[in-house]
T-cell receptor
Framework: EAGVVQSPRYKIIEKKQPVAFWCNPI?????LYWYRQNLGQGPELLIR????????DSQLPKDRFSAERLKGVDSTLKIQPAELGDSAVYLC???????????????FGPGTRLTVT | LAKTTQPISMDSYEGQEVNITCSHN???????ITWYQQFPSQGPRFIIQ???TKVTNEVASLFIPADRKSSTLSLPRVSLSDTAVYYC??????????FGSGTRLQVQP
């Protein structure tokens, strides 16, 4: 089974430039997450999708960040314009309830390492 | 969301058993306890999840006392490849996970 695919793996841009990250979740997973991970910290949620609907975007800086998940499959996260503080690893994860209670196991992609200069 | 506290770092040697304890005093009735592992340049990977008592899989064991205010991840006979950051989380349903800073485990030969 293919895992969560993200691209690009690395991106270097100058501040004020736009950037976009792409995520292809595991087939059949209806829940998709975008996290940001700063160096030495754990991932923090930016947005969560249930199918096409963004059900939790409270941590997404909406003045410069946007996301979409067309047709409830692939997703794109965009930053425009990027700032120096946006340098981080952007992780995509997906999950699907496999039965029983408890939090759903999330499968993470390798992430995109963004460097803003 | 329940906040978790775990040691910043731990050191061990190959072949030893490693126990990482996490405290979660404000855990809610419906919360489960989940542990993830993260290697450098990779996303976190699910290790184990439990609600109470003991859970064991092919990778680790999770011990949860009756009051559920803490939990212990046990890694039997660690190897160099177990060097990673380990995150303890509590959550329920499909809400996004709240990661802390994790425990950096260093396994030496």
């Amino acid at each position: 089974e293919a895992g969560v695919v993200q691209s690009p793996r690395y991106k270097i841009i100058e501040k004020k430039q736009p950037v976009a990250f792409w995520c292809n979740p595991i087939s059949g997973h209806n829940t998709l997450y975008w996290y940001r991970q700063n160096l030495g910290q754990g991932p923090e949620l930016l947005i969560r999708y249930e199918n096409e609907e963004a059900v939790d975007d409270s941590q997404l800086p909406k003045d410069r960040f946007s996301a979409e998940r067309l047709k409830g499959v692939d997703s794109t996260l965009k930053i425009q314009p990027a700032e120096l503080g946006d340098s981080a690893v952007y992780l995509c994860a997906s999950s699907s309830k496999t039965g029983g209670a408890g939090s759903y196991e999330q499968y993470f992609g390798p992430g995109t390492r963004l460097t803003v200069t | 969301l329940a906040k978790t506290t775990q040691p910043i770092s731990m050191d061990s040697y190959e072949g030893q058993e490693v126990n990482i304890t996490c405290s979660h005093n404000n855990i809610a009735t419906n919360d489960y306890i989940t542990w993830y592992q993260q290697f450098p340049s990779q996303g976190p990977r699910f290790i184990i999840q439990g609600y109470k008592t003991k859970v064991t899989n092919e990778v680790a064991s999770l011990f949860i006392p009756a009051d559920r205010k803490s939990s212990t991840l046990s890694l039997p006979r660690v190897s160099l490849s177990d060097t990673a950051v380990y995150y303890c989380l509590v959550d329920t349903g499909r809400r996004a996970l709240t990661f802390g800073s994790g425990t950096r485990l260093q396994v030496q030969p």
